[in-house]
T-cell receptor, first 116, second 113 residues
Framework: AQSVTQLGSHVSVSEGALVLLRCNYS??????LFWYVQYPNQGLQLLLK??????LVKGINGFEAEFKKSETSFHLTKPSAHMSDAAEYFC??????????????FGRGTQLTVWP | DTAVSQTPKYLVTQMGNDKSIKCEQN?????MYWYKQDSKKFLKIMFS???????INETVPNRFSPKSPDKAHLNLHINSLELGDSAVYFC????????????FGEGSWLTVV
């Protein structure tokens, strides 16, 4: 089964600073990878999605993620943090490789705090 | 024009009660899910239905029973609620064979007292 690991349960940055949220996937290259964002007391919103072949994926709200096979990573970045980016971020991968069941394995989440 | 909507958003109830959460999606998807988010924010799938057929049933107590009257609706009924059932329950949907992109509802915050 596929899985992801998010390094760092809490990340704090100043407004305007670079945001870097880390995600590593298990050994086999997944066909898809996702980043979701959860604002306080809200549901999960899709930020961006990786599909096989892409390396740099652009998402909403200025976020992007780079797929690096050599590092088994799919880190999420944003050049300049905004106060409104404060939220919980989840990396996710289809749990069943080659399956269309749609079961996602979520990382433990990273809480992003943005200081003024 | 909410894509995946679920009700109620907040639910506070006593132990031993039975409660239901309803979910509807207007995306035309053929697959719907229930995910549970625990107090540490860990998300785990509970059930999935494809065209009204149960296709994923994780290790969930029998007190939890999903029902899908049609492919746009998936309800979750919980019998004999326990303190440990307190969590956020997310409904979601996707189109099978379309890249596993899953769209989530706003969540239902269940508190059992």
């Amino acid at each position: 089964a596929q899985s992801v690991t998010q390094l760092g349960s809490h990340v704090s940055v100043s407004e305007g600073a670079l945001v870097l949220l880390r995600c590593n996937y298990s050994s086999s290259v997944p066909p898809y990878l996702f980043w979701y964002v959860q604002y306080p007391n809200q549901g999960l919103q899709l930020l961006l999605k990786y599909t096989t072949g892409a390396t740099l994926v652009k998402g909403i709200n200025g976020f992007e993620a780079e797929f690096k096979k050599s590092e088994t990573s799919f880190h999420l970045t944003k050049p300049s943090a905004h106060m409104s980016d404060a939220a919980e971020y989840f990396c996710a991968v289809p749990a069943d490789r080659g399956s269309t069941l749609g079961r996602l394995y979520f990382g433990r989440g990273t809480q992003l705090t943005v200081w003024p | 024009d909410t894509a995946v909507s679920q009700t109620p958003k907040y639910l506070v109830t006593q132990m031993g009660n039975d409660k239901s959460i309803k979910c509807e999606q207007n995306l035309g998807h053929d697959t719907m899910y229930w995910y549970k988010q625990d107090s540490k924010k860990f998300l785990k799938i509970m059930f999935s239905y494809n065209n009204k057929e149960l296709i994923i049933n994780e290790t969930v107590p029998n007190r939890f029973s999903p029902k899908s009257p049609d492919k746009a609706h998936l309800n979750l009924h919980i019998n004999s609620l326990e303190l440990g059932d307190s969590a956020v329950y997310f409904c979601a949907s996707s189109q099978r064979d379309a890249g596993n992109t899953i769209y989530f509802g706003e969540g239902s915050w269940l508190t059992v007292v």
